[in-house]
């Protein structure tokens, strides 16, 4: 999947919960905002992590936009 397409799949799923595969790694969270060349997942615990686009090679949607606390997850 190329870039942009990567980062228009994101836009749309902003506040979804997703997998995003990215050089050996996976991680799930909610897609929390979108910068130029970064992707900001907010993970367990309220922790944030930000992920160069152009490293992610997948996403897998897990759930949908969530509007209430992430506490549980």
């Not at 130029?36 to 309220?46: A, E, H, K, M």
């Not at 152009?54 to 506490?71: F, K, L, P, Q, S």
Request: hydrophobic share 40%.
């Amino acid at each position: 999947m190329s870039t942009g397409n990567i980062r228009s799949l994101l836009e749309q799923l902003t506040g979804d919960l997703v997998t995003v595969i990215f050089e050996d790694e996976e991680r799930t969270g909610r897609v929390a905002a979108i910068t130029d060349d970064l992707l900001v997942l907010s993970v367990r615990n309220r922790d944030v992590l930000w992920v160069d686009i152009n490293d992610i090679t997948a996403v897998r949607v897990v759930g949908e936009r969530y509007h209430g606390n992430d506490d549980d997850e």
